[in-house]
């Protein structure tokens, strides 16, 4: 099993820089993927392969991995990106599977 | 329109057995690995496991290993979850999910659907 460790909680305020951290062993030698779930929506898919964006989605989301922490960066915080974020990686120490990270809920001041 | 859409929740009692449904429209279903995902009420993403594009590799999360099986017809554009000895920690809205690639492991999940509920209660 791998553990992933997000912080529950974090706020902005409207206009500045929000960043959620996802922790995990040697976490930098993984690809990470951060998903966005509003209240009674499904997951949509704003990083993958640690700084990728999806078409579609703002270049205010960005991201980074090194080391111990992966990180999303949330530019230009709008109340629009008020949500929960997971991040996600595959973990292939024996059997391949994915794992989530616990989520972290995004506060727009 | 990209999408999958689930069907087969419900509510079903502990110990039964239960069949969810994915069909994928467009976008070509076999050249992608999908994936089960769940999650419980007030919580967060679980994976439940995956499948790759021609079912040469099948993968599951502990918790569900031994009682779930997952399959696809390529043909009908379809994923499959069958869900048996089911408790009360199923519970859970269990959302069909693409993979960005088809083979194992895979990728990132970049299509998903509305998700399909799964009561487990007598």
């Known amino acids: 099993s791998y553990v992933l460790t997000q912080p529950p909680s974090e706020s902005v305020a409207p206009g500045k820089t929000a960043r959620i951290t996802c922790g995990g062993s040697n976490i930098g030698r993984k690809n990470v993927h951060w998903y966005q779930q509003k209240p009674g929506q499904a997951p949509v898919l704003v990083i993958f392969?640690?700084?990728d964006r999806p078409s579609g989605i703002p270049d205010r989301f960005s991201g980074s991995n090194f080391e111990s922490t992966a990180t999303l960066i949330i530019s230009g915080v709008e109340a629009g990106d008020e949500a929960d974020y997971y991040c996600?990686?595959?973990?292939?120490?024996?059997?391949?599977?994915?794992?989530f990270g616990p989520g972290t809920k995004l506060t727009v001041l | 329109e990209v999408q999958v859409v689930e069907s087969g929740g419900g509510l079903v009692q502990p110990g039964r057995s239960l069949r969810l449904s994915c069909v994928a429209s467009?976008?070509?279903?076999?050249?992608?690995?999908m994936h089960w995902v769940r999650q419980a009420p007030g919580k967060g993403l679980e994976w439940v496991g995956g499948?790759?594009?021609?079912?040469?590799?099948?993968g599951y999360a502990d918790s569900v290993k031994g009682r779930f099986t997952i399959s696809r017809d390529n043909a009908k554009n379809s994923l499959y979850l069958q869900m048996n000895s089911l408790g009360p920690e199923d519970t859970a809205l269990y959302y069909c999910t693409r993979d960005q690639s088809g083979s194992w492991p895979g990728n990132a999940f970049d299509i998903w659907g509305q998700g399909t509920m799964v009561t487990v209660s007598s």
């Open positions: 499948i790759s594009w021609n079912s040469g590799d099948i």
């Open positions: 392969r640690d700084s």
């Open positions: 996600q990686v595959w973990d292939s120490s024996g059997d391949h599977r994915a794992f």
């Open positions: 467009g976008f070509t279903f076999d050249v992608h690995g």
